[in-house]
């Protein structure tokens, strides 16, 4: 098997997160896709890290890892607090800056 | 892996058959991630997947990240997911009305022209393996320490600067002020009994009822179902066992009226009727 294959589950990956990302309304799921995608990217830097035989794309996914897990502790405040004011979730309510 | 097959480009037949097994299920749990109707089975899904890429690290020559991606994203990141779902109410289903026309196809048709030229352009590269045995020579751990202290230092403390800042952000989010003065117990029991709703407890779930589970509506004495007794997300989520005969309990809003597409014959109680 040529490890290319990694590189194309993770288009895959990231394809069906950027489907999802469009596709739903729930703004939790929005932001499970957009993890989806970071995962994906990850799952590349690691096969290409292996391809280059250096460690350096191992380092930028631990990088992504950190930057998601921040990304996620800010989002999902932001969601509460819009769920807390509008009592939806949907990314349709929030609306206000349209007209 | 294999020193004599990484150099080939090629991996070992265990890693190879891990990938055939292992890839369709991220893909699968991928896309039922995508059409889960319920949020919180897109959340189990999508954790099926973080823990299908974290084999996939490991098979890389990744230990160490195969080991953060569990213990990071389905551990901490995929129940914190979790955890505001279940804040947000489960009941909280996707609307699938279309705001803008065609917005659907549209998405649809991209993102499947996007993995397509995608998988073209990585098609046309040939690219040789190199294989992490030398990198890893001393540990992957060890190699990724060298690295993260030595030439990537400064993003490293950066995200120290990052971490802090996104703790601090979801504090300041998630703190509420409260703007008028709290309620005592007497002004609080004054505007029960004033308002003119119920003032009595309201019924247990299955009160003179065959079970007495928590999906099972109480029973009124003539019989018919007491839609206050069940919980308003198990209404909402359909969950609720029907009376027989008696039709199903359907969800209301406060003000009483039954909610637009109610069927017709299905029977309503309003909550201040004394029976």
Redesign the interface.
């Known amino acids: 098997m040529n490890p290319m294959n990694y590189v194309y589950l993770s288009s895959f990956l990231f394809a069906i997160g950027a489907a999802g990302v469009l596709l739903r309304r729930n703004a939790i799921v929005v932001f499970m896709c957009v993890e989806l995608m970071l995962n994906a990217c990850n799952l590349a830097f690691v096969t290409f890290a292996r391809m280059q035989g250096n460690l350096d794309g191992q380092v930028i996914a631990f990088f992504v890892m950190v930057v998601a897990a921040a990304e996620v502790v800010v989002g999902l405040s932001i969601i509460v607090v819009i769920f807390r004011t509008r009592r939806s979730a949907s990314v349709d309510g929030a609306n206000l800056l349209k007209y | 892996m294999n020193g004599v097959l990484a150099a080939a480009?090629?991996?070992s037949t265990g890693?190879?058959v891990g990938?055939?097994i292992l890839?369709p299920v991220?893909?699968v749990a991928?896309?039922g991630?995508?059409f889960a109707k319920k949020?919180v089975h897109?959340?189990l899904l999508?954790a099926l997947?973080?823990l299908c890429?974290a084999v996939?690290?490991l098979l890389?020559?990744?230990p160490?990240?195969g080991v953060?991606?569990v213990v990071?994203?389905t551990g901490?990141?995929m129940m914190?997911?979790l955890f505001?779902?279940m804040?947000?109410?489960v009941d909280?289903?996707?609307?699938?009305?279309e705001?803008l026309r065609g917005?659907?196809v549209?998405?649809?048709v991209?993102?499947?022209g996007?993995?397509t030229l995608?998988?073209l352009g990585?098609?046309n590269v040939t690219?040789?393996?190199?294989?992490?045995d030398?990198?890893?020579a001393s540990g992957?751990v060890q190699?990724?320490a060298q690295?993260?202290f030595s030439?990537?230092l400064f993003?490293?403390e950066t995200?120290s600067a990052?971490?802090i800042?996104?703790?601090l952000?979801?504090m300041i989010?998630?703190h509420?002020e409260r703007h008028q003065r709290k309620l005592t117990q007497r002004e609080l029991s004054e505007e029960r009994f004033r308002g003119g709703r119920n003032p009595a407890p309201i019924p247990g779930p299955g009160v003179y009822a065959r079970h007495n589970a928590v999906d099972t509506p109480a029973l009124l004495p003539d019989g018919t179902p007491a839609e206050i007794s069940v919980s308003r997300v198990l209404v909402a989520r359909g969950d609720v066992r029907e009376v027989p005969g008696r039709g199903e309990v359907v969800l209301r809003e406060p003000d009483g009226e039954p909610p637009a597409g109610a069927a017709p014959s299905v029977r309503t109680i309003p909550l201040d009727e004394d029976e």
């Open positions: 480009g090629d991996t890693e190879a990938f055939w890839a991220a893909v991928a896309l991630m995508l949020a897109s959340a999508l997947t973080m890429l996939f690290y890389q020559d990744a160490f990240l953060v991606q990071v994203y901490a990141v914190l997911f505001v779902l804040v947000v109410g909280s289903a996707d609307s699938l009305v705001t917005q659907r549209a998405a649809v991209a993102a499947i996007f993995a995608l998988v990585i098609g690219m040789q393996s190199a294989g992490l030398d990198a890893n992957n190699g990724l690295l993260i030439t990537y993003a490293f995200t990052l971490l800042t996104a703790a952000g979801a989010l998630a509420r």
